[in-house]
């Protein structure tokens, strides 16, 4: 089960559902200048988030590493009739091997927010095609995450937005063009 609507969700009122937990003002950002419901979207940590690309995108792939969460979410998606291309791997290799299969295809969106995030910002950079966006929930929030400096090097050099949340001290949620 999905814990309810904190302090910090905000509830899409179109669709119904929570969007993704980033910051305010990532969430209008996408809404009004990213073309999501053409969007193939590989996601690496899910969530609300899921539900809410799944119904928004073109398609959605989304992996979990942790199974307990896994098993919640799938039967919050089969539920709600609502599908997913949904996987449990704990290994960076299964990872590279999801990225690698989606690779050929257009309009990439690509969201960093679960284990493994440098990781899967060095794979994105290998691996996904010019034009590719990707997503980091949580960019250098020293309680969360802190990019190395090979990702934050690489990624900072590439277009790129980051998005304070107001009214937190640190969490950032940052966009960037591959």
Known sequence: ML?????????????????????SEAINYIETYIQYDKANVLEFGAGHSTIWWSINAKHCTSIETDYKWYSDIKETLRASGIYCDFHWCDELTGFENIIKHYSHLKNIIMIVDGEYRDECCNLALKYLPKGSILICDNWMQPEVWEAGEHVR?????????????????TWQTAIFWI
């Open 3 to 23: 814990p309810p609507q904190n302090e910090w969700q905000i509830l899409d009122n179109y669709s119904g559902v929570l969007y993704p937990w980033y910051t």
């Open 153 to 169: 090097t690489e990624l900072l050099n590439k277009e790129h937005k980051i998005f304070k949340q107001p009214g937190h001290p």
